[in-house]
Protein backbone atom coordinates (compact mmCIF):
# COMPACT_ATOMS: atom_id res chain seq x y z
CA UNK A 1 0.00 0.00 0.00
CA UNK A 2 2.51 2.18 0.60
CA UNK A 3 4.04 1.76 -2.95
CA UNK A 4 1.05 2.51 -4.52
CA UNK A 5 1.13 5.96 -2.36
CA UNK A 6 4.88 6.74 -3.09
CA UNK A 7 4.41 5.39 -6.41
CA UNK A 8 1.35 8.02 -7.68
CA UNK A 9 2.68 10.79 -5.73
CA UNK A 10 6.24 10.76 -7.97
CA UNK A 11 4.85 10.82 -10.80
CA UNK A 12 2.22 13.47 -10.34
CA UNK A 13 5.03 15.41 -8.68
CA UNK A 14 6.74 14.79 -12.21
CA UNK A 15 4.19 15.32 -14.59
CA UNK A 16 3.44 18.87 -13.40
CA UNK A 17 6.84 18.95 -13.11
CA UNK A 18 7.61 18.77 -16.32
CA UNK A 19 4.48 20.54 -17.36
CA UNK A 20 6.03 24.18 -18.29
CA UNK A 21 2.33 26.10 -18.23
CA UNK A 22 1.79 24.78 -14.47
CA UNK A 23 5.28 24.80 -12.90
CA UNK A 24 6.47 27.87 -14.16
CA UNK A 25 3.95 30.21 -13.56
CA UNK A 26 2.90 28.85 -10.14
CA UNK A 27 6.91 28.59 -8.78
CA UNK A 28 8.40 31.77 -10.39
CA UNK A 29 5.24 34.46 -10.44
CA UNK A 30 5.57 34.63 -6.60
CA UNK A 31 8.43 34.93 -6.48
CA UNK A 32 8.97 37.69 -8.93
CA UNK A 33 6.85 40.19 -7.54
CA UNK A 34 8.18 39.35 -3.89
CA UNK A 35 11.86 40.05 -6.09
CA UNK A 36 10.12 43.46 -7.47
CA UNK A 37 8.53 44.45 -4.40
CA UNK A 38 10.34 43.19 -1.58
CA UNK A 39 14.21 43.26 -2.96
CA UNK A 40 13.92 45.67 -5.31
CA UNK A 41 11.54 48.21 -4.51
CA UNK A 42 11.23 47.69 -0.94
CA UNK A 43 8.94 50.47 0.89
CA UNK A 44 9.47 51.47 4.53
CA UNK A 45 8.95 48.71 7.36
CA UNK A 46 5.48 47.81 8.11
CA UNK A 47 4.03 46.23 11.47
CA UNK A 48 7.38 47.32 12.71
CA UNK A 49 9.25 44.44 10.20
CA UNK A 50 10.94 45.18 7.14
CA UNK A 51 9.11 44.96 3.63
CA UNK A 52 11.43 42.19 3.22
CA UNK A 53 10.33 40.01 5.51
CA UNK A 54 6.75 41.19 5.69
CA UNK A 55 6.63 39.63 2.35
CA UNK A 56 7.59 36.73 3.04
CA UNK A 57 4.62 35.44 4.68
CA UNK A 58 1.97 37.30 2.37
CA UNK A 59 3.68 36.51 -0.65
CA UNK A 60 4.54 32.79 0.76
CA UNK A 61 0.52 32.84 1.24
CA UNK A 62 0.16 33.98 -2.47
CA UNK A 63 2.42 31.16 -3.81
CA UNK A 64 1.18 28.71 -1.75
CA UNK A 65 -2.33 29.51 -2.77
CA UNK A 66 -1.64 29.37 -6.56
CA UNK A 67 0.17 26.07 -5.97
CA UNK A 68 -2.80 24.45 -4.49
CA UNK A 69 -5.30 25.61 -6.54
CA UNK A 70 -4.40 25.64 -9.50
CA UNK A 71 -2.85 21.98 -8.39
CA UNK A 72 -6.20 20.73 -7.42
CA UNK A 73 -8.66 23.11 -9.17
CA UNK A 74 -7.78 22.99 -12.99
CA UNK A 75 -5.90 19.52 -12.73
CA UNK A 76 -9.07 17.66 -11.07
CA UNK A 77 -11.16 19.24 -13.60
CA UNK A 78 -9.19 18.32 -16.50
CA UNK A 79 -8.90 14.82 -14.77
CA UNK A 80 -12.88 14.56 -14.39
CA UNK A 81 -13.53 16.08 -17.85
CA UNK A 82 -11.38 13.77 -20.13
CA UNK A 83 -12.37 10.54 -18.31
CA UNK A 84 -8.95 10.04 -16.17
CA UNK A 85 -10.49 10.06 -12.74
CA UNK A 86 -13.29 7.99 -13.96
CA UNK A 87 -10.10 5.40 -15.45
CA UNK A 88 -8.52 5.54 -11.46
CA UNK A 89 -11.54 4.68 -10.09
CA UNK A 90 -12.08 1.58 -12.02
CA UNK A 91 -8.57 0.44 -11.58
CA UNK A 92 -7.82 -1.50 -8.50
CA UNK A 93 -5.84 1.32 -7.05
CA UNK A 94 -7.32 3.06 -3.90
CA UNK A 95 -8.73 6.50 -5.08
CA UNK A 96 -7.57 8.31 -1.76
CA UNK A 97 -4.05 7.76 -3.73
CA UNK A 98 -5.16 9.54 -6.46
CA UNK A 99 -6.22 12.86 -3.60
CA UNK A 100 -3.10 12.35 -1.63
CA UNK A 101 -0.91 12.00 -4.51
CA UNK A 102 -2.13 16.06 -5.23
CA UNK A 103 -1.76 16.71 -1.59
CA UNK A 104 1.94 15.79 -1.67
CA UNK A 105 2.30 17.47 -5.11
CA UNK A 106 1.07 20.66 -3.50
CA UNK A 107 3.15 20.40 -0.52
CA UNK A 108 6.30 19.92 -2.72
CA UNK A 109 5.90 22.63 -4.97
CA UNK A 110 4.63 25.21 -1.64
CA UNK A 111 7.85 23.48 -0.49
CA UNK A 112 9.92 25.13 -3.43
CA UNK A 113 8.24 28.18 -3.16
CA UNK A 114 8.78 28.99 0.03
CA UNK A 115 12.22 27.81 -0.10
CA UNK A 116 13.38 29.93 -3.27
CA UNK A 117 11.57 33.00 -1.13
CA UNK A 118 13.69 32.71 1.97
CA UNK A 119 16.78 32.04 0.66
CA UNK A 120 16.55 35.33 -1.47
CA UNK A 121 15.22 36.94 1.57
CA UNK A 122 17.96 35.61 4.02
CA UNK A 123 20.76 36.62 1.36
CA UNK A 124 19.93 39.33 -0.60
CA UNK A 125 16.93 40.73 1.80
CA UNK A 126 19.03 40.59 4.63
CA UNK A 127 16.24 39.25 6.20
CA UNK A 128 17.43 38.25 9.46
CA UNK A 129 15.21 34.98 10.88
CA UNK A 130 16.00 32.40 13.66
CA UNK A 131 15.90 28.70 12.66
CA UNK A 132 12.97 28.62 14.85
CA UNK A 133 11.47 31.39 12.97
CA UNK A 134 12.16 29.58 9.55
CA UNK A 135 11.05 26.47 10.85
CA UNK A 136 7.76 28.07 11.78
CA UNK A 137 7.19 29.72 8.66
CA UNK A 138 7.58 26.33 5.98
CA UNK A 139 5.60 24.15 8.55
CA UNK A 140 2.74 27.25 7.82
CA UNK A 141 3.47 27.44 4.44
CA UNK A 142 3.47 24.02 4.10
CA UNK A 143 0.54 22.57 5.95
CA UNK A 144 -1.50 25.57 3.92
CA UNK A 145 -1.53 23.59 1.22
CA UNK A 146 -4.16 21.78 2.74
CA UNK A 147 -7.41 24.49 2.80
CA UNK A 148 -6.33 25.57 -0.61
CA UNK A 149 -6.20 22.35 -2.23
CA UNK A 150 -9.90 21.61 -0.69
CA UNK A 151 -10.65 25.06 -2.71
CA UNK A 152 -9.65 23.55 -5.77
CA UNK A 153 -10.72 20.51 -5.41
CA UNK A 154 -14.08 21.92 -5.16
CA UNK A 155 -13.35 23.57 -8.25
CA UNK A 156 -12.40 20.83 -10.08
CA UNK A 157 -15.68 19.14 -9.29
CA UNK A 158 -17.82 21.91 -10.65
CA UNK A 159 -16.07 23.05 -13.25
CA UNK A 160 -15.59 22.39 -16.75
CA UNK A 161 -11.49 21.67 -17.85
CA UNK A 162 -11.93 24.28 -20.61
CA UNK A 163 -13.29 27.07 -17.74
CA UNK A 164 -11.53 25.71 -14.49
CA UNK A 165 -8.38 27.85 -15.23
CA UNK A 166 -10.73 31.30 -15.40
CA UNK A 167 -12.18 30.00 -12.44
CA UNK A 168 -9.32 29.73 -10.33
CA UNK A 169 -7.80 32.86 -11.44
CA UNK A 170 -11.22 34.60 -10.63
CA UNK A 171 -10.81 33.14 -6.88
CA UNK A 172 -6.87 33.34 -6.76
CA UNK A 173 -6.08 37.14 -8.05
CA UNK A 174 -9.08 39.22 -5.82
CA UNK A 175 -8.78 37.09 -2.90
CA UNK A 176 -5.24 37.81 -2.41
CA UNK A 177 -5.57 41.51 -2.90
CA UNK A 178 -8.66 41.82 -0.20
CA UNK A 179 -6.74 39.31 2.17
CA UNK A 180 -3.90 41.64 1.76
CA UNK A 181 -1.41 39.78 0.71
CA UNK A 182 -0.33 42.04 -2.44
CA UNK A 183 -0.63 45.59 0.01
CA UNK A 184 -0.68 45.35 3.73
CA UNK A 185 -4.34 44.67 5.08
CA UNK A 186 -3.74 48.07 7.15
CA UNK A 187 -3.50 50.28 3.93
CA UNK A 188 -6.73 49.40 3.00
CA UNK A 189 -10.04 50.74 3.52
CA UNK A 190 -11.44 49.87 6.70
CA UNK A 191 -14.91 48.31 5.06
CA UNK A 192 -12.61 45.73 2.69
CA UNK A 193 -10.25 45.13 6.09
CA UNK A 194 -13.61 44.23 8.07
CA UNK A 195 -14.39 41.98 4.70
CA UNK A 196 -11.12 40.47 4.42
CA UNK A 197 -11.84 37.29 7.15
CA UNK A 198 -14.27 35.66 5.25
CA UNK A 199 -11.51 34.61 2.94
CA UNK A 200 -9.19 31.77 3.74
CA UNK A 201 -5.75 33.93 2.55
CA UNK A 202 -6.29 36.28 4.75
CA UNK A 203 -6.25 34.01 7.76
CA UNK A 204 -3.36 32.27 6.30
CA UNK A 205 -1.46 35.54 5.87
CA UNK A 206 -2.25 36.36 9.81
CA UNK A 207 -0.54 32.92 10.62
CA UNK A 208 1.91 33.62 8.24
CA UNK A 209 2.70 37.47 9.51
CA UNK A 210 1.89 35.79 13.23
CA UNK A 211 5.72 34.21 12.99
CA UNK A 212 7.75 37.79 12.71
CA UNK A 213 5.27 39.67 15.18
CA UNK A 214 3.72 41.53 12.46
CA UNK A 215 -0.07 40.33 13.31
CA UNK A 216 -1.85 39.95 15.94
CA UNK A 217 -0.94 36.60 18.46
CA UNK A 218 -4.87 34.63 17.57
CA UNK A 219 -3.67 32.13 15.78
CA UNK A 220 -6.24 29.63 17.37
CA UNK A 221 -8.90 31.96 16.05
CA UNK A 222 -7.02 31.53 12.42
CA UNK A 223 -6.23 28.06 12.59
CA UNK A 224 -9.56 27.26 13.78
CA UNK A 225 -11.06 29.33 10.51
CA UNK A 226 -8.67 27.64 7.73
CA UNK A 227 -10.01 24.14 9.55
CA UNK A 228 -13.79 25.34 8.93
CA UNK A 229 -12.89 26.19 5.88
CA UNK A 230 -11.30 22.68 4.85
CA UNK A 231 -13.79 20.88 5.90
CA UNK A 232 -16.69 23.42 3.98
CA UNK A 233 -15.41 23.01 1.19
CA UNK A 234 -14.35 19.15 1.12
CA UNK A 235 -18.02 18.97 2.39
CA UNK A 236 -18.80 20.72 -0.65
CA UNK A 237 -17.10 18.82 -3.08
CA UNK A 238 -18.14 15.71 -1.82
CA UNK A 239 -21.97 16.55 -2.71
CA UNK A 240 -20.81 18.29 -5.93
CA UNK A 241 -18.88 15.21 -6.92
CA UNK A 242 -22.61 12.83 -6.99
CA UNK A 243 -23.07 9.35 -6.11
CA UNK A 244 -20.81 7.71 -8.97
CA UNK A 245 -17.81 9.68 -7.36
CA UNK A 246 -17.87 8.26 -3.69
CA UNK A 247 -16.23 5.25 -3.55
CA UNK A 248 -14.97 3.74 -0.39
CA UNK A 249 -10.93 5.53 -0.53
CA UNK A 250 -9.64 3.61 1.98
CA UNK A 251 -11.11 -0.11 0.38
CA UNK A 252 -7.89 -2.08 0.04
CA UNK A 253 -6.72 -3.23 -3.09
CA UNK A 254 -7.71 -6.43 -2.86
CA UNK A 255 -11.24 -5.27 -2.40
CA UNK A 256 -10.73 -2.94 -5.45
CA UNK A 257 -9.65 -5.91 -7.65
CA UNK A 258 -12.55 -8.12 -6.27
CA UNK A 259 -15.14 -5.35 -7.38
CA UNK A 260 -13.45 -4.98 -10.92
CA UNK A 261 -13.82 -8.67 -11.67
CA UNK A 262 -17.53 -8.94 -10.28
CA UNK A 263 -18.18 -5.52 -12.22
CA UNK A 264 -16.95 -7.20 -15.86
Known amino acids: MFSIYYKEAKYEFLRLLRF ?24 GPSAGVTAAKYLLGT ?51 SLAVTGIMLGLGLTLGHVEMSAIEVARLVSILVLGSI ?26 LPMSFLSGLWVPIQFLPQALQNFAVIFPPYH ?23 AGFTMLFLG ?29
Not at 238 to 262: C, D, E, I, M, Y
Open 20 to 43: PGFSLPTILFPVMFYVLFGLVLPT
Open 59 to 109: YGTFGVMGVSLFGFGVSVSNDRGYGWLELKQASPMPLMAYFVAKLAMAALF
Open 147 to 172: PFGAMGLLVGHTAKPTSASAIVNCLY
Open 204 to 226: MGRLALGVFGAADDHWITHAIAL
Open 236 to 264: AAWLFSGPHARPNWLASTTNASQGKVATN
